[in-house]
């Protein structure tokens, strides 16, 4: 079954200390993985995906093969970074999203 | 661009009755995909469209339908709505199918009482 893991639902750290939001996956085949950040009363938006490779607000995220993760980090976290974050994955043919259930990140001053 | 639109922003139903939201996706974008957002959950994927067409559907029940107009945007359609589909309803664009980056809209907030 296709599914998407991310084991903690909520994540608090001191602002500067790094952060690690965790997420696991299950699927039969190459999946597309994706981070959906949801700020306060905004919309939910793209943070980044694994074929970009790129840093977003700092943020990085490594795919594991070998382990079926996608974890997201940032070495020194923010008060700004507090959001709702979710971790999903699509395949090829449908373009159905698969989310995680979120965690929480919140930072505190 | 304003990016993706939905309206209402807020419904309030009652058991029984059938509602109909409205999305209007990025100028350009051809593919609608709809998903629901119970609280504390995920979103969970109901359709996507593309070019008119039904190309995927969630495990949600025949009262839920869809369809995509010639200028792409959608409607969602939810007949004999039970208390369970109180919800947030997220519509989605992307300029084709499969793997594209997905943008969605805010969201509408339906209540079925």
């Known amino acids: 079954a296709q599914r998407v893991t991310q084991p903690e639902k909520l994540l608090s750290v001191f602002k500067g200390a790094p952060v690690e939001l965790k997420c696991n996956y299950s699927y039969s085949g190459s999946p597309e993985l994706f981070w959906y950040v949801q700020y306060s009363r905004q919309r939910l938006q793209l943070l980044l995906r694994?074929?970009s490779r790129e840093s977003i607000k700092g943020f990085t995220a490594d795919l594991n093969k070998g382990e079926t993760s996608f974890h997201l980090k940032k070495p020194f976290a923010q008060e700004e970074d507090s959001a709702m974050y979710y971790c999903a994955l699509t395949s090829s043919n449908t373009g159905k999203l698969i989310f995680g259930q979120g965690t929480t990140l919140q930072v505190k001053p | 661009d304003a990016g993706v639109t939905q309206s209402p922003t807020h419904l309030i139903k009652t058991r029984g009755q059938q509602v109909t939201l409205r999305c209007s996706p990025i100028?350009?974008?051809?593919?609608v995909s709809w998903y629901q957002q119970v609280l504390g959950q995920g979103p969970q994927f109901i359709f996507q469209y593309y070019e008119k067409e039904e190309r995927g559907r969630g495990n949600f029940p025949d009262r839920f339908s869809a369809r995509q107009f010639p200028n792409y945007s959608s409607e969602l359609n939810v007949n004999a709505l039970l208390l369970g589909d109180s919800a947030l309803y997220l519509c989605?664009?992307?300029?084709?199918?499969?793997?594209?980056?997905?943008?969605f809209g805010p969201g509408t907030r339906l209540t079925v009482l």
């Open positions: 694994h074929i």
């Open positions: 989605a664009s992307s300029l084709v199918r499969g793997r594209d980056t997905q943008y």
């Open positions: 100028s350009g974008h051809k593919s």
